[in-house]
T-cell receptor, first 114, second 112 residues
Framework: KAGVTQTPRYLIKTRGQQVTLSCSPI?????VSWYQQTPGQGLQFLFE???????NKGNFPGRFSGRQFSNSRSEMNVSTLELGDSALYLC?????????????FGPGTRLTVT | GENVEQHPSTLSVQEGDSAVIKCTYS??????FPWYKQELGKGPQLIID?????GEKKDQRIAVTLNKTAKHFSLHITETQPEDSAVYFC???????????FGTGTSLTVIP
């Protein structure tokens, strides 16, 4: 089975721009979670989607948003980028219903904001 | 919400020695505790997990123990090898499984 894939792997953006990151979960997985990883803050939970619905959200500003499609693929969007948004963005997938189930991570998207 | 604390933040051991990483959690409803290994430039990889109806689980050189009463769980790596060098994260979640709470990570260095 193919693992979780994330595109793009690397991104460089300028302050004020917006960015969209994509995540394809493991086949059959319906839950996708997004995390921001920085050296100082560790793994910070952004949000979780299951069957196209956001079930849970972390403490991030409204500039961070996401969505999930009917094929379980997910995207997250960050608008009006700030320097502090530079981080590794990870998505993780799991079966999602009747859990908790094992959560598997993708390789991440490294976002650099200049 | 849940709060997961992880210690130590850094750990150096000689090759062949054992390494132990400890985590505590605050929410008694948490019932699933995975451990992840993250190598440089990669996403976290699930290496072992334990559910609250089990006290110990072993997979070759790694083992995890859980003490529900004390709300702590530990990762044990025996006969460490240089390729065990990585950052290890513990996590906890509850029945809903909607949100995983992660520890702050332990950077393990195995010295050849």
């Amino acid at each position: 089975k193919a693992g979780v894939t994330q595109t793009p792997r690397y991104l460089i953006k300028t302050r004020g721009q917006q960015v969209t990151l994509s995540c394809s979960p493991i086949s059959g997985h319906r839950s996708v979670s997004w995390y921001q990883q920085t050296p100082g803050q560790g793994l910070q939970f952004l949000f979780e989607y299951f069957s196209e619905t956001q079930r849970n959200k972390g403490n991030f500003p409204g500039r961070f948003s996401g969505r999930q499609f009917s094929n379980s693929r997910s995207e997250m969007n960050v608008s009006t980028l700030e320097l502090g948004d530079s981080a590794l963005y990870l998505c993780a997938s799991s079966l999602g219903a009747g859990g908790p189930y094992e959560q598997y991570f993708g390789p991440g998207t490294r976002l650099t904001v200049t | 919400g849940e709060n997961v604390e992880q210690h130590p933040s850094t750990l150096s051991v000689q090759e062949g020695d054992s390494a132990v990483i400890k985590c505590t959690y605050s929410d008694s409803a948490s019932n699933y505790f995975p451990w992840y290994k993250q190598e440089l430039g990669k996403g976290p990889q699930l290496i072992i997990d334990i559910r609250s109806n089990v006290g110990e689980k072993k997979d070759q050189r790694i083992a995890v123990t859980l003490n529900k009463t004390a709300k702590h769980f530990s990762l044990h790596i025996t006969e460490t090898q240089p390729e065990d060098s990585a950052v290890y994260f513990c996590a906890a979640t509850s029945n809903t499984g909607n949100q995983f709470y992660f520890g702050t990570g332990t950077s393990l260095t195995v010295i050849p």
